[in-house]
């Protein structure tokens, strides 16, 4: 079975009515106007056709292309009744746009009138290929915008949506030490997931910086830990934790510059004592916990109050 | 400016992400220093190193630099480059050293990552 794509185009041309991207200030001529005013009528308004109007009811319509025949015809001046086109095309205000835009196909006209459905002289607007044009876009752009807000809503009220005295997202990731080639990967994984659940970006990079530094200390420093973050609707919690060696003088380790980092790491553009001081510029909170040959513990908080919505 | 005009400027080959050379650039910054670039970098910025290895590409991906332009003609290795393409995140190559290739950057208008505010 064939399997036609209908486009996003194409569904709403089925979706949407005339009625809604129709012009309905329409620019109406009476039938007793001679001929040689209309160049000025079609000029003055920058139109190329325009509905004739006999009081209230439509008895035709005259388009550019009427006035060159006529002039190509050479023909005495005369009233626009006589050079109109009478066999009108019309659509309906609730007519589907497809309907329409099928008419203008056919027809090659460029403009239909828009009429009552009981009443096909009473004129309610009129419709052009460029007022469907018009009217796509903006739908698009409307509906562009409401899946932009849709989906950072779904991103926001996720907390909200949780039903829960207590609600906790934890994250694990588990770090291997020593190993350089994977370092940073799991700071990544977290970025990107805290991205996903709508966490505001300046929350995000500030959370990442310090993972990132946290990471990079467990694969230098450690034979390995576990970096986690618990994310909850107040605030968010990021936690480094080892099991050796313990850090010997922790005063001297948040001093920006101190550095126990062997050469190669050096080379590879850390290590240069920067690291728990950049973790400590970049969160609310910052503990840190270490007992030489036990373990070192680091918690991060970052408080998510505005800045979860922070979109900026 | 846009990459372009900073290939130009540098005289930089481009490495990876060629397609992104219409991306608009404001501010650079210089570092060897890992640390520097997750303290002091703006996100958007182009970062001119001597560094080519993953970590270079990791650290830009968590602060969100624009591209790396590395100098002295430093090719990065295979598996940088992988990482850079999978990031999306355009790589240069200049023959320059750091403080030319910042100089000039700097002379045409780019600004650093602590001035303008924001």
Redesign the interface.
Known sequence: MPSTRITKTQEMVYEMKVGEVMTRQVITVRPDVPMSRLRGILRQNRISGLPVLDGQRLVGLISLEDFIKWLADRAEDGPIRQRMTQHLEKVSEDDPLVLAVGKFDKSGLGRLPVVDRNDPTKLLGILTKGDVIEGLLKKLEIDYQQEQIRRHRTAHVFFEDVQADRTALVLQYDVKGQDFGQAGASSSRLKQTLHRLGVGPNLVRRVAIASFEAEMNLVVFTSGGTLRAKIQPETLLLEAADSGPGIADIACALEPGYSTAPDWVRELGFGAGMGLPNIRKSCDRFEIDSALGKGTRLTASFFVNENFHDIS | MTLEEVCDILEAEVVAGGNLCDIEIRTACGA?????V??FSK?GAVLL?G?T????I??C????LAAICFVRGKRPPEETVRLAAADGLPLLMTGLPMFEACGRLYGRGLRGCSENGR
């Open positions: 060897d220093l890992m640390s520097d997750l303290a996100s190193t560094l290895n993953v970590h270079v990791r650290t991906e968590m602060v969100e």
